[in-house]
């Protein structure tokens, strides 16, 4: 909510409340002069509303309707106000005695308030911190008016209980100086607030700056040096890559990973950086990196490897699913296949470090594949542990 | 009748590479208009009536979400596939919640978008991995969620489980078919169907469960 800048009569608070709660702000003003009639209450709340309410930092387009709506809002003012008075009179609760002077001094503070919202506006539109010779001059006669309210307060009470004299103009001296400061505070709180704010949005650009000229840059210049090279030119893209998401996503990079989906990425990078080929891997579930489950990660990577080395493709899946009582993980790529029968025994790269890895552990592997028609590894490792998700 | 696709996308770039690639390989689409912002592509979809719309999850303004709101209610028979640099979770979730029939990543081969053009086009749903593995993800039973309000809705079918999983794991649609000894065209039903549960169920998991891994 924002205090309205065009069409408003003493601060824009009516206008302002309108426009938030969609109601036609003459209904609004009626109410605050209703509300006056019951002991003030609309003049408080317009006046905490002033307050707290921030005004606008642009100026609405002016209407035709708003020159009516003034002249009516000047009319609801001045009724308010008057209604205020006379009830507080009927009801004999306040004296005119005391209405009198608490009246000169709020009219006293308005001006200066007013005034405090012209200055900043000032401050908004050029700059200027001086106020002109014609803001001076009102914010001195408000606040004039605003001492002239207490005094003769004090004096007229005086005459009614002449104990407390010395409490009462102390405390009345204090909410006249409290009352005239309300804008010099309002206006410093804000500006911390908006320094505050303009101090973490520029950490965190010059955070932002930083990394991609540590990382972006560096691997744009890196690619234009190496632009001869489609391999090495995709290599680099591909890790940058995966490098930006890791850090506009959150996830952890560089640290021995806990859980099993950051292992498996971790490994798939690492076949994608060695081998320059695309590793995508979609990882259901999460869970802790027990032993059963690092022999698995590690077994995952050399199946990953061997596709990279002789599928001669340039993309392998790699799926793993976390269940409560197992993790199964599934590489596959649509490359040469080959025949298991045919396999020379001196190839142990599947026999000895995956077979070998998973049987240790109590895991399990199957193997699909034929000439020509792509290889799937299958990977089954049982969970020791409950599921923990 | 080749397939009229409208592209939306930020990037002119990724536009103009798109449209050059769809219109060299292929007679099967055909690029009917294109949008670079939310306004522009409400309009031009309103004016274009595509069969298809290509469209970016990530531009100012609300994004792909913010276009299907617009249309989905004005004019209800153009399709939606997504296509997006980011695989962040919510991203891909919140766009098939919001009406879209696919979701497939820009690093996907100019083959293969045919493909997902057409599929989506015929009414049918695309699935990339990434994708599945999200749905199987946020269907998934952990102790501890909320109880299922509407089973029917809230759970999905062994088999459409074994679907995802096949999809998640790379297969083809053909592929899966053989592999379950079912038809191409149960495998799209049961894909179907899938997509239907993740757009209308109220399940915790699928508005909370994204931003609370960032499985990413």
Redesign the interface.
């Known amino acids: 909510m924002r205090r309205r800048r065009t069409g408003r009569v003493v601060a824009g608070v009516a206008s302002g409340l309108a426009d938030h709660l969609g109601a036609p702000v003459f209904w609004v003003r009626a109410v605050f002069a209703v509300a006056a009639a019951f002991s003030g209450i609309g003049i408080i709340a317009y006046g905490l509303l002033w307050m707290f309410v921030p005004q606008s930092t642009v100026a609405e387009p002016e209407t035709d309707e708003d020159r009516k709506e003034w002249q009516q809002a000047v009319g609801l003012a001045a009724l308010g106000i008057g209604v205020a008075v006379f009830t507080g009179l009927l009801n004999g609760a306040w004296s005119g005695w005391i209405t009198g002077p608490i009246a000169i001094a709020l009219v006293g503070a308005a001006v200066v308030w007013r005034e405090a919202d012209e200055a900043q506006r000032r401050r908004w539109k050029d700059g200027a911190f001086a106020q002109g010779k014609t803001g001076i001059v009102r914010t001195v006669a408000g606040g004039a008016l605003v001492v002239a309210g207490v005094a003769a307060f004090l004096v007229v009470n005086d005459s009614v209980q002449n104990l407390s004299t010395v409490v009462l103009s102390v405390v009345a001296t204090l909410a006249g100086v409290a009352v005239l400061t309300v804008p010099l505070w309002m206006r410093l709180v804000r500006d911390l607030d908006a320094e505050r704010r303009a101090r973490i949005r520029t950490e965190e650009r010059a955070e932002i700056a930083a990394h991609l000229h540590d990382s972006v840059l560096q691997t744009l210049a890196l690619i234009q040096k190496q632009s001869e090279s489609s391999r090495e030119v995709k290599r680099l893209a591909r890790s940058q890559e995966r490098e930006l ?1 890791s850090w506009l ?3 952890e990079v560089g640290e021995q990973p806990h859980s099993i ?1 950051v292992a498996i990425a971790q490994v798939c990078a690492e076949v994608e950086d060695d081998f320059a080929i ?1 590793v ?1 891997q ?5 869970c802790e990196l027990e032993d059963g489950m690092f022999a698995l990660v590690q077994a995952s990577k050399e199946a990953v490897v061997n596709a990279a080395k002789h599928a001669g493709v340039a993309e392998v ?1 790699v ?1 793993a ?1 976390v269940e409560p009582e197992k993790v199964t993980v ?1 590489v ?1 790529d649509r490359g040469k296949g080959f025949d298991p029968d045919l396999v020379p025994d001196d190839r142990h790269g599947l026999a000895g470090s995956i077979r070998g890895r998973m049987t240790r552990h109590g895991g399990e592997v199957r193997l699909r594949t034929a000439p020509g028609e792509g290889t ?1 590894v299958q990977l089954e490792m049982p969970r020791k542990t409950e ?1 923990r ?1 | 009748m080749s397939v009229r696709v409208f592209l939306v996308d930020d990037h002119a770039l990724f536009r103009a590479g798109v449209r050059a690639e769809l219109d060299t390989i292929t007679d099967e689409v055909e690029v009917v208009g294109e949008a670079g912002g939310v306004g522009e592509a409400v309009a031009g979809i309103a004016h274009h009536k595509p069969d298809v719309v290509l469209l970016d999850v990530h531009m100012p303004d609300g994004g792909g979400a913010e276009v299907l709101r617009q249309i989905r209610t004005k004019i209800p028979e153009v399709t939606f596939l997504a296509l997006s640099v980011s ?2 979770a919510e991203d891909v979730i919140n766009v098939i919640r919001a009406g879209a029939r696919g979701y497939v990543t820009k ?1 996907i081969s100019s083959q293969e978008l045919v493909k997902a053009v057409v599929r989506v086009s015929e009414g049918d749903a695309v699935f990339s ?2 994708l ?2 999200f749905v ?2 946020a269907f ?1 039973d ?2 501890g969620a909320a109880p299922i309000s509407d089973p029917e809705l809230d759970l999905l079918t062994p088999r459409e489980r074994d679907v995802l ?1 096949l999809l ?3 297969y083809a649609y053909k592929e899966i078919a053989s592999e379950l000894f079912i038809s191409v065209k149960t495998v799209e039903t049961h894909v179907s169907s899938v997509l239907r549960k993740t757009q209308l169920s109220n399940r915790y998991e699928l508005s909370r469960w994204a931003t609370d ?4």
């Open positions: 998401r996503y959150g996830r989906s695309a995508s979609v990882v259901v579930g999460d899946s799926y699913e599934f596959r799937e599921a998700t | 695989d962040a690093t991995p990434r599945a593995g199987l993800d998934a952990r102790p999983r998640a794991r790379g891994r960032r499985l990413v």
